[in-house]
């Protein structure tokens, strides 16, 4: 399988009348045969490598973000994120606690996630609450007020996992070793124009630009280990 023919398949399956889609995708995806394949074919292409590299970088939150298939072109977005590829660190020095401003599914292909699930509550630990307002290319942060977040689910995660989570859930979402963990991502069409941020200490800056892409050698030397790491699972 081919960039070209993954977006095919894609556009086939959300077409349909069939609720499952969604999960038909990822399961389809989640063989390490056929995401290797994939890969392997982008890595081929220069075109296909350059089209997944202009919307590709490493996240805030301390994963690479690859876009597979963007929002733009579907209204829907396929990701793999990755974790623990290198000795990259959360750039965020406390916890951050958020929602999206979309319903997504995803499926865990290796390693192991720490996912837990927050509501706002009279009791609980302090967080500093913000407004992140959809904006391309740029982290928005308009602080709303100081509220309290119990923990309502905490639960590991391990290969071949799969879960959804509706826009509004409150999550925070961790790789638990040292050991290469990855996902892929189905997120659903836009339902809200913004998404909510809690962190334990006050964010000091108004916005934060989104990271730089990732160039094509990057990228290359990204897929070439990504792939070498799940061909021996």
Not at 54 to 82: C, E
Request: some cysteine.
């Amino acid at each position: 399988m081919n960039l070209l023919e993954l977006e095919s398949y894609f556009k086939g399956m959300i077409s349909t009348n069939d609720r499952k889609y969604e999960e038909y995708i990822l399961s389809y995806l989640k063989d390490h045969n056929v995401l290797i394949s994939l890969l392997n074919n982008i890595l081929k292409d220069e075109e296909s490598l350059d089209l997944v590299a202009a919307n590709s970088f490493k996240h805030p939150l301390g994963f690479i973000r690859i876009v597979l298939i963007d929002y733009k072109k579907f209204r829907y977005m396929l990701r793999l994120h990755i974790w623990n590829y290198s000795s990259q660190t959360n750039i965020f020095s406390d916890h951050h606690i958020h929602n999206h401003w979309c319903d997504f599914y995803s499926v865990l292909l290796s390693g192991e996630l720490s996912f837990a699930i927050y509501s706002e509550s009279r009791e609980g630990l302090l967080y500093y609450k913000y407004e992140n307002p959809i904006e391309d290319n740029t982290y928005l942060y308009d602080f709303v007020n100081a509220v309290n977040l119990e923990k309502q689910i905490d639960v590991s995660l391990t290969r071949g996992s799969s879960y959804f989570i509706s826009q509004s859930a409150l999550h925070l979402v961790t790789a638990k070793t040292d050991n290469l963990t990855s996902t892929l991502v189905l997120q659903l069409p836009n339902t809200v124009g913004k998404s909510v941020v809690y962190t334990s200490s006050p964010i000091y800056y108004k916005q934060r630009e989104v990271p730089d892409k990732f160039t094509l050698p990057e990228l290359e030397s990204i897929l070439k280990n990504y792939i070498i790491s799940l061909s021996g699972l």
